[in-house]
């Protein structure tokens, strides 16, 4: 059993940096292909980033050349960086784990404003 635990959103300005972390319980860390969603109010739940076991990432054309997708195998934990932050970012990013089956954190917020 895997469980994913989010944190480091908040409040942030436009044009300013978060890093999302994301730590999973288990032994299973390093087989996991992990990824990054998010939902803003009223849209659906959309791919931001995602990484492989192998540690090759993919970025949604949205994000790309802003979001920076890492994973860390001794710590059991994905980052995601975020840089150049847009309102448009502003939602609530979920962590995602697979291997053989699915796993969600419980989201956390992210809110660029003025």
């Known amino acids: 059993q895997v469980q994913l635990v989010e944190s480091g959103g908040g409040l942030v300005q436009p044009g300013g940096s978060l890093r999302l972390s994301c730590a999973a319980s288990?032994?299973?860390?390093?087989?996991?292909?992990m990824a990054w969603y998010r939902q803003a109010p009223g849209q659906q739940r959309k791919l931001v980033a995602s990484?492989?076991?192998?540690?090759?990432?993919y970025y949604a054309d949205s994000v790309k050349g802003r979001f920076t997708i890492s994973r860390d195998n001794a710590k059991n934990t994905v980052y995601l960086q975020m840089d150049n932050l847009k309102p448009e970012d502003t939602a609530v990013y979920y962590c995602?784990?697979?291997?053989?089956?699915?796993?969600w954190g419980q989201g956390t917020q992210v809110t660029v404003s003025s």
């Open positions: 995602y784990g697979m291997y053989i089956r699915e796993y």
């Open positions: 288990g032994s299973i860390f390093s087989r996991l292909f």
């Open positions: 990484i492989s076991s192998g540690a090759n990432p």
